[in-house]
């Protein structure tokens, strides 16, 4: 979630994040996460694309222990609302 | 804690449905510990202006929420291997001491290879479903 934090607060890609709610999620956890483990999270963009009015962003964290293995897949789809049709 | 046995679980299989209560105090207290401080999860004006009936719940509240179906019956959270959701509707949370509430059910849905399961979960509040393609991969024991 902090990691997640350094795309909707992207000055660049300036979301709106009272227009942002989140459409999907999805865990994949290669190992259980344990007290004491030092851990990194990368962020990366994955995809942009426009559906019905709304801006869908696919963002993907990978996070990885110190020594490189691969703990956890995570992939967020966030969803732009756009301000055309009020639900 | 012994791990609950493949042997144990079968395509079909329903485990205990559980009703989860969600109060604005629960949304502040996830904002914090999430660190998502979306205003439209805590500030009912500013809800309202961007369309919203009311505050709403965050997704990932709902999402680690309900996954207590599957973690209360197995025991072990850390068995859960892979875990996904769509949050197809928004949850409003009132401002009342009562908050709102979401039933939740799950069955065995898959066997996989290595002793693995996918449990699909389904999530009712106000008696439409709010997540969808919500699904649970876990480890058993042999």
Redesign the interface.
Same mark, same amino acid.
């Given at each position: 979630m902090q990691a997640g934090g350094q795309v909707v607060h992207d000055p660049e890609l300036a979301l709106d994040y009272t227009r942002v709610v989140h459409g999907e999620q999805r865990f994949v956890q290669h190992r259980p996460i344990f007290a004491g483990d030092e851990i990194t999270s990368t962020v990366s963009v994955d995809s942009i694309r426009s559906a019905a009015g709304n801006d869908m962003i696919t963002v993907k964290t990978e996070v990885h222990a110190t020594d490189g293995e691969l703990v956890s897949t995570v992939y967020s789809l966030l969803v732009a609302r756009g301000v055309g049709e009020e639900s | 804690m012994t791990l609950m046995s493949v042997t144990q679980v079968h395509v079909g299989l329903e485990l205990p449905t559980q009703e989860f209560t969600i109060t604005r105090a629960a949304l502040i207290r996830y904002a914090g510990a %999430? =660190?998502?401080f979306? /205003?439209?999860h805590w500030n009912e004006r +500013?809800a309202q &202006? +961007? =369309?919203l009936p009311t505050v /709403?719940a965050? =997704? @990932?509240l709902t @999402?680690g929420t309900v996954i207590r179906v599957v973690t209360d019956w197995l025991g072990d959270p =850390?068995k +859960?291997? &892979?875990? %996904?959701?769509?949050?197809t509707r928004?949850i409003p949370v009132p401002d009342t001491d009562e908050g709102t509430s979401i039933k939740v059910s799950a069955k065995v849905t898959e066997l996989l290879e290595n002793n693995q399961a996918v449990i699909s979960i389904s999530a009712i509040h106000n008696e439409v479903t709010v997540l969808a393609?919500t699904a649970a991969t876990v480890q058993f024991a042999p």
């Open positions: - | %999430s =660190g998502d979306n /205003i439209i +500013v &202006e +961007v =369309g /709403i965050h =997704g @990932m @999402m =850390g +859960v291997i &892979e875990y %996904s959701a769509r949050f928004p393609k």
